[in-house]
């Protein structure tokens, strides 16, 4: 089964509104600091310390996790949190997707025509370029303070000049990006 487009958009949207009407805007980019905080923590104990000064009880040497009274060394110090379970959530709910559609395998065969047209048939290429394109969204979004499910999805919903800064922003690299790389069509 494929949602087209509209459909599919229309449900993500229903999704963010429950989301930020029943708990909380979604924003998933800060999980992966906390991810960082989390390893780095294991590797030295001292990364994050419980502290009665700091307003979370957490405090950290790292400036960033030490920000707003310790809030993310809090979240590394109990990362079962809404945030971070989510992030887990969708790497899960990302893996079921693809075994119900027929796993990983039958991805690679249904490799869209203008990918193949303008750069060829080899998944490894594919899985490479989508690995360092989403490497490159996380880092611009740790340097916009937030991601597109962030600042665009939720932001845009609650009507936050943020939002709609970074949403002009995003279409207007994102659209020559496109016309620049995907120049042969399908």
């Given amino acids: 089964m494929t949602l087209s487009w509209l459909k599919g958009g229309l449900l993500l949207g229903l999704v963010f509104l429950a989301a930020v009407l029943l708990v909380k805007p979604i924003g998933v980019s800060t999980q992966f600091v906390i991810l960082d905080g989390i390893l780095w923590d ?5 990364t994050v ?3 009665p000064d ?3 009880g957490f405090a950290s040497p790292n400036a960033y996790l030490n920000k707003s009274g310790g809030k993310y060394a809090k979240s590394v110090a109990n990362p079962v949190n809404y945030g971070f379970v989510f992030v887990l959530a969708i790497a899960a709910g990302a893996g079921l997707s693809a075994f119900l559609r027929g796993g990983v395998a039958r991805a690679q065969r249904t490799m869209p025509d203008i990918w193949r047209a303008n750069f060829g048939d080899s998944p490894l290429k594919r899985y490479l370029a989508a690995f360092i394109a ?3 969204v996380l880092y611009g979004a740790r340097l916009a303070g937030g991601c597109t499910s962030g600042h665009m999805m939720s932001g845009v919903m609650q009507t936050a000049l943020s939002g709609y ?5 995003a279409f207007l690299a994102g659209i020559p990006t496109a016309i620049l790389l995907f120049t042969r069509e399908g």
Avoid: H, R
């Fill in 42 to 46: 294991m590797v030295d104990p001292q």
């Fill in 165 to 169: 800064i970074f949403t002009a922003g």
């Fill in 54 to 56: 700091a307003k979370s």
């Fill in 134 to 136: 989403g490497f490159l």
């Fill in 49 to 51: 310390v419980a502290s």
